[in-house]
């Protein structure tokens, strides 16, 4: 697919759509988004050019394994005084960016050098390619019309957040190291009994979490969540539950400043030894984790204190990728107490990707232990087989709801976080699902996931349905039926 040097290709943002520039005519467009293939199609047909996703360009595993190699060359510089390794507790946070310039390497072998690239809107994927390229970055859109679309995206934003989940993203991005929070929270007083600890920061984490501690009716367990949104109303008698924000104090600047030299001296090392770091620097993906040192900082000193004041006995993680609940499970393991961990999902590819801090990892069935073993190359000693209990929410007698037998049931995914272009997926699965579920003589529910709530997800069905029939589908959400109305 080499595009001749007059050719015009042009870069779409995930928020854009390239009907909304008819005028224009380009030898290729390339998605930063995703989308299903009869999109791509669909828009090949109006604007007369070929149309793909920069993810068209995935090897499956290969690019697992590519990113592990990547990671694994920033290891050992910046490293605390406790032996913790912050590049591998925060470079999870820039993995899908990582990824995207394995990609964008691709792309730019199949366009030719020194060639002008447009871009509907700024994007650090359009500048790196640009810097490969050698050639012109041309924005489309005027700043008037991205004033327009930001402001657009973020009312959107905030329409699909419930009130808890409006608050909980304030309180993540004007309080990060709980400045705030601490002074309205007491810290609880240290308890001489032996607890198990479960660090969460999410609902779905806490969920997994106490599952398993649901099993050990005899051993006492401390679900000590980092964030409001990991909160359950419903826990086993054996599951103490505080929160983090107690346990949080100001940061040394003295190690602040050490590790801030060291992560840069690491960028510098980072950007000469891979043409991903190279441009992940140029373009500013490298510099984003520095940002996040004072808040890592801050939460590693609070698990400290918890491991300080309780007396945990062993810690059980449903969440590895994450630093609130990642940092303690190295903490536990440098302290040599038995560190387990499993996934809150179904399989979780960063297994491939990412250091296995815990001694025994706790896989839900057979399928995820040969997931884990082929694809993820973890070392089949290390896992052992057992599947958590099932909590079931108590049945509300003022809303009753119809036997789950009568019902045809989709599990919706945060679509738009892992950069698919979420209208369009409805757009193609709904008639689908609702033929399926006529023909079958069922009612289709909507299961949400818990980082969607039911008033928003209610407002992307109405745009792809007529009002009456979106008002039929049920949803669920954490452990509740939602109506429609």
């Not at 946070?93 to 871009?119: C, E, K, M, N």
């Not at 801050?298 to 990728?321: P, Q, Y």
């Not at 579920?437 to 969607?452: C, I, M, N, Q, T």
């Given at each position: 697919?080499?595009?001749?040097?007059?050719?015009?290709?042009?870069?779409?943002?995930?928020?854009?759509?390239?009907?909304?520039?008819?005028?224009?005519?380009?030898?290729?467009?390339?998605?930063?988004?995703?989308?299903?293939?009869?999109?791509?199609?669909?828009?090949?047909?109006?604007?007369?050019?070929?149309?793909?996703?920069?993810?068209?360009?995935?090897?499956?595993?290969?690019?697992?394994?590519?990113?592990?190699?990547?990671?694994?060359?920033?290891m050992g510089e910046a490293v605390d005084e406790f032996?913790?390794?912050?590049?591998?507790?925060?470079?999870?946070?820039?993995?899908?960016?990582?990824?995207?310039?394995?990609?964008?390497?691709?792309?730019?072998?199949?366009?030719?050098?020194?060639?002008?690239?447009?871009?509907?809107?700024?994007?650090?994927?359009?500048?790196?390619?640009?810097?490969?390229?050698?050639?012109?970055?041309?924005?489309?859109?005027?700043?008037?019309?991205?004033?327009?679309?930001?402001?657009?995206?973020?009312?959107?934003?905030?329409?699909?957040?419930?009130?808890?989940?409006?608050?909980?993203?304030?309180?993540?991005?004007?309080?990060?190291?709980?400045?705030?929070?601490?002074?309205?929270?007491?810290?609880?007083?240290?308890?001489?009994?032996?607890?198990?600890?479960?660090?969460?920061?999410?609902?779905?984490?806490?969920?997994?979490?106490?599952?398993?501690?649901?099993?050990?009716?005899?051993?006492?367990?401390?679900?000590?969540?980092?964030?409001?949104?990991?909160?359950?109303?419903?826990?086993?008698?054996?599951?103490?539950?505080?929160?983090?924000?107690?346990?949080?104090?100001?940061?040394?600047?003295?190690?602040?400043?050490?590790?801030?030299?060291?992560?840069?001296?690491?960028?510098?090392?980072?950007?000469?030894?891979?043409?991903?770091?190279?441009?992940?620097?140029?373009?500013?993906?490298?510099?984003?984790?520095?940002?996040?040192?004072?808040?890592?900082?801050?939460?590693?000193?609070?698990?400290?204190?918890?491991?300080?004041?309780?007396?945990?006995?062993?810690?059980?993680?449903?969440?590895?990728?994450?630093?609130?609940?990642?940092?303690?499970?190295?903490?536990?393991?440098?302290?040599?107490?038995?560190?387990?961990?499993?996934?809150?999902?179904?399989?979780?590819?960063?297994?491939?990707?990412?250091?296995?801090?815990?001694?025994?990892?706790?896989?839900?069935?057979?399928?995820?232990?040969?997931?884990?073993?082929?694809?993820?190359?973890?070392?089949?000693?290390?896992?052992?087989?057992?599947?958590?209990?099932?909590?079931?929410?108590?049945?509300?007698?003022?809303?009753?709801?119809?036997?789950?037998?009568?019902?045809?049931?989709?599990?919706?995914?945060?679509?738009?976080?892992?950069?698919?272009?979420?209208?369009?997926?409805?757009?193609?699965?709904?008639?689908?699902?609702?033929?399926?579920?006529?023909?079958?003589?069922?009612?289709?529910v909507f299961k949400l996931h818990p980082f969607e709530?039911?008033?928003?997800?209610?407002?992307?069905?109405?745009?792809?349905?007529?009002?009456?029939?979106?008002?039929?589908?049920?949803?669920?959400?954490?452990?509740?039926?939602?109506?429609?109305?």
């Amino acid at each position: 697919m080499s595009q001749s040097g007059d050719g015009k290709v042009l870069l779409l943002h995930p928020d854009d759509d390239p009907l909304s520039f008819p005028e224009l005519k380009w030898s290729l467009i390339v998605d930063f988004g995703r989308a299903p293939e009869s999109t791509y199609q669909s828009w090949g047909r109006h604007l007369a050019c070929p149309v793909m996703s920069l993810f068209d360009l995935t090897e499956g595993t290969d690019d697992l394994h590519r990113t592990r190699e990547l990671l694994e060359c920033g290891m050992g510089e910046a490293v605390d005084e406790f032996g913790i390794d912050w590049w591998d507790v925060l470079a999870q946070s820039i993995v899908p960016q990582i990824q995207q310039l394995i990609l964008l390497r691709r792309l730019a072998t199949t366009i030719d050098t020194g060639a002008d690239v447009y871009s509907t809107r700024p994007h650090y994927l359009a500048s790196a390619l640009q810097n490969l390229l050698g050639g012109k970055l041309i924005t489309v859109q005027s700043a008037s019309q991205r004033m327009f679309h930001a402001v657009r995206h973020y009312a959107d934003a905030l329409q699909q957040l419930e009130f808890a989940q409006l608050t909980q993203v304030i309180q993540d991005k004007f309080d990060p190291q709980h400045k705030i929070r601490r002074l309205t929270a007491d810290r609880p007083k240290s308890s001489a009994r032996p607890f198990v600890l479960l660090p969460s920061a999410y609902v779905n984490v806490s969920r997994t979490a106490v599952a398993y501690a649901a099993m050990l009716p005899d051993v006492e367990f401390l679900l000590l969540t980092a964030r409001n949104n990991g909160r359950l109303g419903i826990r086993p008698a054996n599951v103490r539950h505080t929160s983090l924000d107690g346990y949080f104090s100001s940061v040394n600047d003295g190690d602040a400043r050490m590790l801030r030299q060291a992560y840069r001296r690491l960028r510098l090392r980072l950007a000469s030894c891979a043409a991903e770091f190279e441009i992940a620097q140029a373009s500013g993906v490298l510099a984003a984790l520095e940002s996040w040192l004072m808040w890592g900082l801050a939460v590693r000193d609070a698990w400290n204190v918890v491991f300080d004041s309780e007396k945990i006995t062993a810690c059980l993680c449903a969440d590895d990728s994450n630093p609130y609940s990642r940092l303690p499970l190295i903490i536990a393991k440098s302290r040599g107490i038995p560190a387990l961990a499993c996934h809150h999902g179904a399989l979780d590819n960063r297994m491939a990707i990412k250091k296995q801090h815990a001694d025994l990892y706790l896989a839900k069935s057979e399928m995820e232990r040969d997931y884990l073993v082929r694809l993820c190359c973890v070392a089949k000693e290390r896992i052992v087989i057992g599947a958590p209990a099932c909590l079931q929410p108590p049945v509300e007698s003022r809303n009753p709801t119809p036997s789950s037998a009568d019902w045809i049931v989709f599990f919706t995914e945060p679509y738009h976080s892992s950069g698919w272009r979420t209208g369009e997926i409805y757009r193609e699965l709904l008639p689908k699902l609702l033929v399926l579920a006529r023909d079958s003589g069922l009612e289709l529910v909507f299961k949400l996931h818990p980082f969607e709530s039911a008033a928003g997800h209610r407002r992307t069905l109405r745009r792809y349905l007529d009002s009456p029939v979106a008002e039929q589908i049920r949803r669920r959400n954490c452990g509740k039926t939602r109506s429609a109305h």
